[in-house]
């Protein structure tokens, strides 16, 4: 009997290490933060937004997609990358639904209202980390008249169906070209643009949150892109838009992360 006091004592002080440890580990990979919500129970107010995409099912997205706070958009560098969400079911058991994740993509900017305090209602103030997550993407984690609940997050890779997407813009001599459907990382870092009638790869610019720029006149030549991530990862689309393309026009690439 000695002996199973012993093995039953053991396997306690296991169990207590191993939980101690894995709570240690879900702390260093998931932060905290709270989550909202948006747009209508059918996600439609949440189509175009500060990254500027436009049908968010067009563009790849659909309808997991959430605005980000000031402290996570970082002036639309983060726009197309992923997150995975997890109700805090320990803080909220009430409203949360234990056991259940999401992943959402980041199309939008939630705007600070400095209105409000913080911690009624300026859900969005910085330095707050805040999703404000399209409703169908909130209620699979939490259930609709809670209004906020507390999260955990972290950043995952995106996983996307078919190429990388372009949208061509702007007018002569401004090409303003939107970059969808990345997957990988899902954040772009830089992008870079060739004219077929060139040799040369010229390094857009962020024009604002996924549209870059070039001031080059391209009309008439075929294009091709190099587009980084945030990982430092790079791809290149040859040749993805034809010669003969017109402003507002999409095109959609062979190649993904």
């Known amino acids: 009997m000695e002996g199973l006091y012993v093995f039953t004592g053991f396997i306690l ?4 290490i191993f939980t101690t440890k894995f709570r240690v580990a879900l702390a260093d990979d998931w932060q905290q933060a709270h989550s909202t ?5 059918d996600a439609s107010g949440t189509m175009g937004g500060a990254c500027g995409y436009g ?23 983060a726009c197309g990358g ?7 079911a320990e803080q909220d058991p ?14 939008n900017y939630c705007p600070p209202n400095y209105d409000l305090p913080s911690d009624n209602g300026g859900w969005c103030n910085p330095p707050r980390p805040h999703f404000d997550m399209s409703q169908p993407a909130f209620e699979k984690i939490a259930i609709y008249r809670a209004g906020i609940v507390p999260v955990h997050y972290r950043k995952v890779k995106c996983k996307s169906s078919g190429g990388i997407r372009f ?4 007018n002569d001599g401004f090409e303003l070209v939107l ?6 990382a899902g954040d772009i870092s830089q992008v870079w643009i060739k004219g077929s009638k060139s040799d040369e790869w010229e390094a857009m610019t962020r024009n604002w949150g996924v549209n870059w720029q070039s001031l080059k006149y391209l009309n008439g030549q075929g294009l091709s892109f190099k587009v980084q991530t945030s990982d430092g990862q790079t791809r290149t689309a040859n040749d993805v838009v034809s010669s003969n393309w017109q402003f507002g026009q999409s095109f959609s690439s062979d190649v993904q992360f």
């Open 37 to 41: 919500f948006y747009g209508g129970s």
């Open 55 to 77: 049908d968010l099912y067009t563009d790849g997205y659909g309808i997991k997609t959430a605005a980000l706070s000031t402290a996570l958009f970082k002036n639309g560098k």
């Open 94 to 107: 009430e409203w949360c639904h234990k056991g259940t994740s999401i992943t959402i993509t980041a199309t």
């Open 179 to 184: 970059i969808s459907n990345v997957g990988g």
């Open 13 to 16: 002080m296991f169990m207590c």
């Open 82 to 88: 992923c997150y995975q969400i997890v109700c805090d």
């Open 167 to 170: 949208t061509i813009n702007g």
